[in-house]
Every structure is written in structure tokens, then in C-alpha cells.
Nanobody, 120 residues
Framework: QVQLVESGGGLVQPGGSLRLSCAAS????????MTWYRQAPGKERELVAS???????NYADSVKGRFTISRDNAKNTVYLQMDRLKPEDTAVYYC??????????????WGQGTQVTVSS
């Protein structure tokens, strides 16, 4: 079965750093875009950063220059390095992966979410 397992969230002070990980377990033929979203209380889910299988990246304006997305294709894992964190970065962060597994037709998958709280 396919499963996205996220880790790395937590409580950090403003200006601090966190690194999120999302590992796509199971059997895959191909994984295309890997994306991080976030959802703050009372707000809609928004795209934070995405990376293609070739390594091309895209960032929300609010995180450009502070967050870095990367991936390890051998491990089917995507990372989000978050630096200079601000209180407004507080949210539940979700991993999204688009790909073809051994079990289902091509589709996207969501992780369970990991809480990031930026507070002094």
C-alpha cells in the first residue's frame, strides 16, 4: 500500500529553523511532482513549495528566500527546509505526491499533516 509519512514538525521560536520530511512508502513506477501545502486555522489550504521529478522548484511568494524544497528520488522522499520562521508560518503542513504506484492508476496522495508552530 502507498503511504506518505511526514515528520519534522514541532514548536520553534521566531527566527528558528525546522526541516520537514515526507517519505512515500510502497511500490512506485514513477513519482512526478512532490508538493508541500499548509493550512492555518480558519484559512484555506495553500501551496508552499513544489518540486518536479527533474528538480525544478516553485515557491509561494511568502516563503521565497526562507524555505527550500528538495527531494531524494532514491528514497522517494521530499524535504522542506524552513529557515527564518515567522509566527505566520504556523500551520499544519501537508505533503502531496503525484505518481503511478503498483496499486492504483495515476493519482495524487496526501500525507496526514504535521503541525508547525512558531511562537516565543
Amino acid at each position: 500500500q502507498v503511504q506518505l509519512v511526514e515528520s519534522g514538525g514541532g514548536l520553534v521560536q521566531p527566527g528558528g529553523s525546522l526541516r520537514l520530511s515526507c517519505a512515500a512508502s510502497g511500490s512506485w513506477f514513477s513519482i512526478d511532482d512532490m508538493t508541500w501545502y499548509r493550512q492555518a486555522p480558519g484559512k484555506e489550504r495553500e501551496l508552499v513549495a513544489s518540486i518536479t521529478s527533474e528538480g525544478s522548484t516553485n515557491y509561494a511568494d511568502s516563503v521565497k528566500g526562507r524555505f527550500t524544497i528538495s527531494r531524494d528520488n532514491a528514497k522517494n522522499t521530499v524535504y522542506l527546509q524552513m529557515d527564518r520562521l515567522k509566527p505566520e508560518d504556523t500551520a499544519v503542513y501537508y505533503c502531496n505526491v503525484a505518481g503511478l504506484s503498483s496499486y492504483y492508476p495515476y493519482r495524487t496522495y496526501w500525507g496526514q499533516g504535521t503541525q508547525v508552530t512558531v511562537s516565543s
